[in-house]
């Protein structure tokens, strides 16, 4: 006959095993606990939407306008915003709100394809540069000084001058040198800050037990290093999208970066800028749309940025 004692005083240690609430949470890593962090941020949500309108916007233009952005008529010359036209007519008599809206597309796939370059040459160069140290890392880092004193201005009139005959006057070729030109000069910044994470990498437990483990260094900067350098790289790419975007308005308002035939709010801007005080609404609707894109993707990058800093929690 067992003890009434005894089964009680095991009930509450059997109870606790069994009740799953009492058992210990398990460890997120810092890409999870991250997410769980930005769906708090107003910040980002809000940013997060507005990037989704502006993709809408860029992949299916005809769902909000029927309008050619092309087509134009001299007699409509500068007309102001009406119900036909709800943001008024440029100078040779095209919709604004159509040139606008299609002009979505072309800004935005600039800023990704640039970004995407950009990340992809700093990426390759600091990642090899961190890992290997040695020879490679000084002479990378050397010529990573050399692109760093090239003034971005200059340096983008001097390829774009250079090579504007050699691509023609169509809006593939333009486009591709505007967003070669524009990760040429911006690659350094990426390959500090993913050499930067490299080196404190290469030193960590996991890499010296993959290595002690026979892993080659091919394996072992895939595998290992990357997916944990990648973190400060990507809320880098966050926030240079939107300047790569604002970038090529800049060099379409200088008259060195797209041109017609294309269609982006960096053009609309350059060819509104001789009649702001005449028609206004020719620069302030592509300005407002541009100022908002760059503000969505910087909100962004800053929103990434906080979740990923483990001292900022």
């Known amino acids: 006959m067992s003890d009434p004692s005894a089964v009680s005083a095991a009930e509450p240690a059997t109870g606790l095993v069994a009740d799953p609430a009492a058992a210990p949470e398990r460890p997120r890593s ?82 990704v394809l640039a970004t995407t370059v950009t990340v992809l040459i700093g990426g390759v160069l600091g990642l090899l540069a961190g890992f290997h140290g040695g020879r490679l890392d000084a002479v990378v880092s050397r010529v990573t000084d050399v692109f760093f004193g090239l003034p971005f201005v200059l340096g983008a009139i ?39 994470a490299a080196i404190a990498a290469r030193d960590q437990d996991y890499v010296r037990a993959a290595r002690g483990l026979g892993a080659g260094p091919a394996r072992v900067i895939w595998r290992h290093m990357l997916p944990n350098c990648l973190a400060p790289v990507l809320v880098y790419a966050t926030i240079a999208l939107g300047a790569f975007i604002g970038t090529e308005a800049t060099l379409s308002f200088l008259g060195i970066g797209l041109r017609d035939p294309v269609v982006s709010w960096g053009v609309m801007i350059s060819e509104a800028s001789d009649y702001l005080r005449v028609a206004p609404h020719l620069l302030l609707f592509p300005a407002a749309f541009l100022a908002l894109t760059v503000l969505a993707f910087v909100m962004l990058g800053d929103a990434v940025r906080d979740a990923f800093d483990p001292k900022g929690r």
Do not use: N
């Open 30 to 111: 810092l890409a999870s606990d991250a997410w769980h962090d930005l769906r708090r941020r107003p910040l980002f949500l809000l940013s997060v939407a507005l990037i989704v309108f502006l993709l809408v916007l860029a992949a299916f233009p005809q769902l909000f306008t029927s309008v050619d952005p092309t087509a134009g008529d001299l007699s409509r010359s500068r007309q102001p915003p009406s119900a036909q036209a709800w943001f008024g007519y440029d100078l040779l008599g095209r919709d604004v709100y159509a040139r606008t809206i299609y002009g979505t597309r072309v800004s935005i796939v600039v800023g």
């Open 158 to 196: 001097v390829i774009l001058s250079s090579f504007r005959e050699t691509v023609g006057e169509g809006a593939v070729g333009i486009t591709a040198l505007v967003v070669l030109t524009m990760a040429v000069l911006s690659w350094p910044v990426t390959m500090r800050i993913m050499r930067s």
